[in-house]
């Protein structure tokens, strides 16, 4: 069993094209995680809208069931 001892990487270790090729890799992803920043923003404004539109359906819905039900419960008698 050999015990492998890790070191400093020196500068002539590193292959400039593999680097710049993650370096760009790295680039591109940045650029995609803020392009899905801005659709999720733009995705919670839209449910911010509708949230405010179902509760308008449902004030409306529950005036229209009250009003039949008057209605129905006044005609039955």
Not at 11 to 37: R, T
Request: proline content about 1%; cysteine-free.
């Amino acid at each position: 069993m050999r015990l492998h001892i890790s070191r400093k990487p020196k500068m002539s270790d590193i292959d400039l094209v593999q680097y710049g090729v993650l370096q760009q890799k790295v680039d591109s992803m940045e650029a995609k995680i803020d392009k899905m920043e801005n659709q999720l923003d733009t995705l919670i404004e839209l449910a911010n809208k509708g949230r405010g539109g179902f509760w308008m359906g449902m004030i409306f819905v529950s005036g229209v069931s009250t009003f039949f039900g008057y209605v129905s419960h006044y005609w039955s008698k």
